[in-house]
């Protein structure tokens, strides 16, 4: 089976930083995505790892253990903007399959 | 611009009443899917469609049917079987050959029953 656990919410606040922590269980893996998701809306993509380490781009990073099976989202210099859910999921992998399995989500609320 | 357009927006469904959702992507991707999100809950996959006249059905796909005639057009039903179809529903596309290719999502149907 496949399961991937997040906080549920967050609030920090702005011009802080923030890191929020997925662990995944699942029947194979084929990388790691961070999507945002504003209310009401389509998720965006934000990030991916398929290897250990960290993957920086602008006021987010994400990083993934393998062998841990977790991963995290940094966000820097938060802004009211970065209020937002925060989806994490995974590429099982197999033959042929793309599709990804989504945790529950973080509700992520900025604070003045 | 290429992307993913859902229609429509908002959809009343009444009860033993049959609805579609519309789904029409131009990024001449292969593989489509439908996800299912309800409040505080991640999406759940319903149908998912890796070629033409081909689908698969996902983790929760009772009561709801799929065709996929077009490359473009990934259609979904929820029936009258589908005792609980209050959600937010997404349409996603992505290219297949390589692991790093993301889904991307049309703006979403949020479909409530009247």
């Known amino acids: 089976g496949q399961n991937i656990d997040q906080p549920t919410e967050m609030t920090a606040t702005e011009g802080a930083i923030v890191q929020i922590n997925c662990t995944y269980q699942t029947s194979g893996f084929n990388g790691l995505f961070w999507y945002q998701q504003h209310a009401g809306e389509a998720p965006t993509f934000l990030s991916y790892n398929v290897l250990d380490g960290l993957e920086e781009k602008g006021r987010f990073s994400s990083f993934l253990s393998r062998s841990k099976g977790y991963s995290y989202l940094l966000l820097k210099e938060l802004q009211m903007k970065d209020s937002a859910s925060y989806l994490c999921a995974v590429r099982p992998g197999g033959a042929g399959s793309y599709q990804l399995t989504f945790g529950k989500g973080t509700k992520l609320s900025v604070i003045p | 611009d290429g992307g993913i357009t859902q229609s429509p927006k908002y959809l009343f469904r009444k009860e033993g009443q049959n609805v579609t959702l519309s789904c029409e992507q131009n990024l001449n991707h292969d593989a489509m899917y439908w996800y299912r999100q309800d409040p505080g809950q991640g999406l759940r996959l319903i149908y998912y469609?890796?070629?033409?006249?081909?689908?698969q059905k996902g983790d929760i796909a009772e009561g709801y049917s799929v065709s996929r005639e077009k490359k473009e057009s990934f259609p979904l039903t929820v029936t009258s079987a589908q005792k609980n179809p209050t959600a937010f529903y997404l349409c996603?596309?992505?290219?297949?050959?390589?692991?790093?290719?993301?889904?991307?999502f049309g703006s979403g149907t949020q479909l409530s029953v009247l």
């Open positions: 996603a596309s992505t290219r297949q050959g390589v692991g790093n290719e993301k889904l991307f």
């Open positions: 469609s890796q070629i033409v006249n081909d689908f």
